[in-house]
């Protein structure tokens, strides 16, 4: 499994991913500070039956950052680039976190080419509250006060799991472009609602999961959206958190194979 680029067209730059396997396409994006990576699990799990395609979103991981200002309606129309530069006409897509809210925006606005959707640990019209702490977080980070502690220790309990995910991730956030991490962490705490209206519209099979001690993408957003969506499944994993992918990978394997497997409805 190699990383590879691909050029977009102007002014969008490149993206680089990776892929392995072979059969539909699965799609994969990862959220803000992450990487290819972080999909880890799910790539060596999914590459047996199908061709995996993990995408580094705009500033990250080598792909070229959007520009200042951009929101997620721009994110959606990256990935519709990325999709349609790879040749894909139709896809299996998942995201995580500000992934899924990129995938969610996606499988609104272009309904023909999602067969179907995966959020895992996505947000959906956040409280008063939880809005202003994203969105001054979110400033903080445009100022350059980068603090991974904060993110770290929402994502995990103290539990043995909890901890070796916590390292690697914990280096992916040292790694991360800090002007990319800042343009994409604004799109993300202002992006909850941009399509929350639009769920009642997505027919295709949706997966929605997050962990039960998930403080910001928590269980009622998940079972929201499902109940928003025409053909949704809502799955929670007991005693985990934000980076749910990699703390209980067995769990979350098991209930995307469910998803890849429901029957796929028109969703045009």
Partial sequence: MTLTTLQLSHPKGTVCYREVGEGEPLVLVHGVGMQDASWEPQIEHFAKTHRVIAVNMPGHG????????????????????????????????????????????????????????????????????????????????????????????????????????????????????????????????????????KWEEIRCPALLLTGDGDPNSTKEMAVDMAKAAQDGMVCIIEGHRHMVNLTAPEQVNAAMASWLKQPIRTNG
């Avoid at 969610?104 to 309904?111: E, F, I, L, Q, S």
């Avoid at 400033?139 to 995910?165: C, M, V």
């Fill in 62 to 197: 080598g792909s070229t950052a959007l520009p200042q200002g951009s929101q997620l309606e721009d994110y959606v129309a990256w990935l519709h680039a990325t999709i349609s530069a790879l040749g894909f006409e139709q896809v299996n897509l998942a995201g995580h976190s500000m992934g899924a809210l990129i995938s969610g925006g996606y499988a609104a606005t272009y309904p023909e080419r999602v067969k179907r959707v995966a959020l895992l640990n996505g947000v959906y019209r956040r409280s008063p509250e939880a809005r202003s702490a994203v969105e001054a977080r979110a400033k903080e980070i445009a100022e350059g006060n980068i603090n991974i502690d904060g993110p770290l220790s929402r994502w995990f309990s103290e539990s043995t799991a909890d901890q070796q995910a916590k390292e690697k991730v914990g280096n992916w956030l040292r790694e991360v472009d800090p002007v990319g991490y800042a343009v994409t962490y604004n799109a993300f705490a202002h992006g909850d609602a941009t399509y929350a209206d």
